[in-house]
């Protein structure tokens, strides 16, 4: 079985995100979207929050699950029997960070292998961080947010 973990914070979730997973249903039989603690950040909406809104997102996609974890990606990989960790590249910058990482993670478990989809040009300026501040400060955010999210805002 072809599994994929695909990593993040989903703070909240985009559609920059939603594309990256539903280009990717073809290639893999299971997306796991891992929802993070990231050390580096504060979470802004509750984790249970996230989760749910992933979950509605893709509550008609049966190769989807949704699950959180607090270890090393590489080792929630194993856990899961992921082989694979899916990540989304909107910029060059975005490259030279999720590549060193990539390296990082083939370097301590050489059997996973890290896959990366270009996002779409429409959704190139997307960030879950813009999202978010837009969202703080009382602004529309509803056009870079599933149609799934957008009846909570």
């Known amino acids: 079985m072809k599994k994929a973990l695909f990593p993040g914070s989903f703070d909240p979730l985009t559609i920059g995100h939603e594309s990256v997973v539903r280009r990717a249903l073809s290639l893999f039989d299971k997306i796991i979207i891992a929802v993070g603690y990231n050390t580096t ?3 802004y909406f ?3 929050q996230r989760v749910k809104w992933i979950k509605d997102v893709f509550h008609d996609e049966k190769k989807v699950e949704v699950e959180t974890y607090k270890c090393l ?3 929630f990989c194993n856990q899961k029997e992921a082989n694979y960790i ?3 590249l909107r910029t060059s910058a975005d490259f030279e960070y999720e590549r060193a990482i990539g390296h990082m993670n083939h370097s301590m478990h050489p059997e996973i292998e890290t896959v990366f989809f270009l996002t779409q040009p429409e ?3 997307i960030t879950s961080t813009i999202v978010r501040d837009i969202i703080k400060h009382g602004g529309d955010a509803s056009i870079f ?6 009846k909570s805002f």
């Open 73 to 75: 990606t590489v080792d």
């Open 145 to 150: 947010l599933p149609d799934k999210i957008k």
């Open 41 to 43: 950040k504060m979470g």
């Open 123 to 125: 959704h190139t300026h």
């Open 46 to 48: 509750p984790l249970e």
């Open 86 to 88: 899916l990540r989304g």
